[in-house]
């Protein structure tokens, strides 16, 4: 098994982002994903999941402005991330599954790509 994010950088305060999950090893589409985030010096911070149908959840903070997204024929789950602010500033990771918070549960996590949003 093996999750890969790509798409991280150096963002402006209001701009946009988007992660890429890229996912191997598993039957990508009979699983729910997540994304999750740990800002410097927090803990980490479940942001959102998609199930294998394609519904979607988010943490409060991060509706309507993130977005995400799968592609079964990619084995890729996304993330649009828009009208982004510092307090966004993390590395994001993916996973496998989709417990919320409940990080015991979580199994395969990729190692993550940082977001920097700062003028």
């Known amino acids: 098994v093996q999750l890969v994010e790509s798409g991280g950088g150096l963002v402006q305060p209001g701009g946009s982002l988007r992660l890429s999950c890229a996912a191997s090893?598993?039957?990508?589409?009979?699983?729910?994903m997540s994304w999750a985030r740990q800002a410097p010096g927090k803990g980490r911070e479940w942001v959102s999941g998609i199930f294998s149908n394609g519904t979607t959840t988010y943490a409060d903070s991060m509706k309507g402005r993130f977005t995400i997204s799968r592609d079964n024929t990619k084995n890729t789950m996304y993330l649009q991330m828009n009208n982004l602010i510092p307090e966004d500033t993390a590395d994001y990771y993916c996973a496998i599954g989709l417990n919320y918070s409940d990080w015991r549960r979580y199994t395969y996590w990729g190692r993550g790509t940082q977001v920097t949003v700062s003028s």
């Open positions: 090893g598993f039957t990508f589409s009979d699983f729910a």
